[in-house]
């Protein structure tokens, strides 16, 4: 048999799966000042032999695209954004704020906007049961560092099958005074007549792993990969710190399928090959 001839879908399913290919995908958020209790799930498709269950993305931020954010990965050395925000920095650090008030704020806050921003993405489950892609910023992975050194000694690897645990990340405060927490999950127990503080383990169930199939993302690709080409016309574009949203338009209107979906694109997404990883490791730690 030719493996190049697939199966038919029938007209209605060719439909949806071009309209929205990850509609119903859902994007968690850290809300700030509150609890954010979610089950890391374990490394995915392409990740599944590499065991990565969290990846680290460079992402330019501040463009938007049929009224929704367009964030996009820098594709890395002589990235044009990069070099066109180099130059506003090297600007700012140039000016006097007390003689140039105006021009001072406008370039501060082009590049709070614009420049570029690490993010660590893993699949990750909440208290409501639902599937979604997690991204922590550079702060609260730190503290996730530090929390799986203290946890390891117990025996717990985060993003396991078999025992996974449930995470608080907590984010407080603005700015330099904000503080980020990333603290595993403890239940009161008794222990030889005594009541300790337990790391709750929790095994993730073949219910979870199974929907992880189609609900969760391939995090091999978790934003929108653009051409070096398509990045130098972003940056070109932009004129007195303000993006020419003509040049926004003419570049992300050209990615085919994904035009009407949310901000980040799993075009690459293989649900039929996933497999489930059970040795979670991670190159940053
Ligand atoms: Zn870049």
């Known amino acids: 048999m030719n493996t190049d001839i697939g199966e038919p879908l029938s007209l209605a399913e060719t439909l949806s799966s071009n309209k929205k290919p990850h509609k119903n995908r859902v994007f968690h958020k850290i809300k700030p000042d509150v609890d954010n209790v979610y089950l890391p799930l374990p490394p995915f498709g392409s990740k599944a032999k590499t065991g990565e269950w969290i990846v680290k993305t460079p992402i330019h931020w501040g463009f938007i695209f049929n009224e929704k954010a ?8 002589g990235c044009a954004m990069c070099e066109h925000d180099r130059a506003v920095k090297t600007t700012l650090d140039s000016l006097n704020k007390s003689t140039d008030p105006e021009l001072y704020d406008l370039l501060k806050s082009y590049l709070d906007v614009h420049q570029l921003k ?7 489950l909440d208290q409501k049961n639902q599937i979604g892609l997690l991204s ?3 702060r609260m992975f730190d503290s996730l560092v530090q929390e799986e050194r203290n946890v390891s000694k ?3 690897k985060f993003a396991s099958s078999s025992n996974g645990t449930w995470i608080n990340f907590r984010k407080s405060g603005t700015g330099t005074q904000a503080t980020f927490s990333a603290v595993a999950l403890r239940e009161d127990k008794e222990v030889e007549g005594a009541i300790a503080q337990v790391l709750k383990k929790s095994p993730i169930s073949a219910e979870i792993l199974a929907r992880m199939e189609s609900e969760a993302f391939d995090l091999s690709r978790t934003a929108t990969i653009l051409s070096f080409e398509q990045v130098k016309q972003l940056a070109n574009s932009i004129e007195d710190y303000e993006v020419n949203q003509d040049a926004v ?3 992300f209107s050209n990615l085919g399928k994904n035009d009407e979906t949310a901000s980040f694109d799993t075009s690459s997404f293989e649900g039929s090959k996933a497999g489930i990883g059970n040795d979670p490791l991670s190159k940053y730690f």
């Open 70 to 77: 367009r964030p996009f990965v820098c594709p890395g050395f």
């Open 249 to 251: 338009d003419a570049v």
């Open 154 to 156: 117990y025996g717990i």
């Open 136 to 138: 922590i910023k550079k």
């Open 118 to 124: 690490i993010t660590f993405s893993m699949n990750a």
